[in-house]
């Protein structure tokens, strides 16, 4: 191990002190490998954005509703040409049992490119959602009806746990030595800024990590997911009537030990569902049993007690 570290601090030390030697002979070139570095490592930190969300089947091994969030994310490469595979990445799917229902969410994420393409082209978009759902067939083992319909809501679920289901994508990534196993010269450095200086030498994948195996014109990034146990909490919903027994709205009270800031919740509500999670420690969905208007929705918490009421009126 001591071995290692000292091979990878010097290997880092020797790529430093190339990067200086540019910065004297070729400040320009300098300048814009720089550059080039921030901008893609700007698009490697941005997180994922929901796009559209579609609503499918589950067929085997067990009939259930499936949404498939479509996501674009700029750390998914845009395809080389039209005929190379259209890059994509799929997250680990998340079941969820609601009060009327079972369903299943999976996201998948698309370079942003590729999805504003497809927006224009009724086409294109159709084969991407059945490349994605070729994907997930193939990837679990699924067999899924290929009739599907778009939902009029741009995602399934909250904003934070597709990024937390994406986002770690390429945790399990080769390690710093491996990524530098091909060596960059000062020559070589200086032979691409000038022969292209839009071009750069980048530090690339081992062969072994990259596969050449494309279907249906689909290249998977492959993924590991960062998985936290978060506990169920209890719960009580009622829908509240009026005199005349006419549904007015839903209230939800949830029991949160342990918690003791509403800062701490993170809430998401659509029309037909709901997600709660807290830090960490508790997650609650729920698909409610009636429509409800998202914009008069309100949340109070009971400090001294740790309690959340969420009251939702009725559309």
Known sequence: METCSKGLLTQVTQF????????????EGYEKFIQQQLKEGKQLCAAP???????????????????????????????????????LTVGKPEDTTGITDAYTVIDVAYNPDVLQAAEKDQVKKNQLIQMAMKCIEEKFQFTLSHSYHITKFRIKGSIQRMKQNLMGIQTDSI???EKMRRELTLGQIRSSTMSNPDHFPQLLLPKDQVSGKAVCLIEEISSTEIQVEMKMPAYELKIVHDHSEKPLKIELKVELPGINSVSLCDLSVSEDDLLIEV????????NLPKLIDTEMTTAKFIKEKSTLIITMPLV
């Open 279 to 286: 830090s960490e420690k508790y997650r609650l969905h729920l």
């Open 16 to 27: 430093w002190n190339l990067l200086d030697d540019l910065a004297e002979s070729d400040p």
């Open 175 to 177: 390690d710093l030595r």
């Open 49 to 87: 954005e929901p796009q559209l969300c579609l609503q499918t089947r589950i067929l085997k091994p067990k009939e259930k509703i499936l949404f498939i969030n479509l996501c674009q994310w700029t750390r998914i490469p845009a395809p080389q040409s039209t005929t190379h595979p259209v890059p």
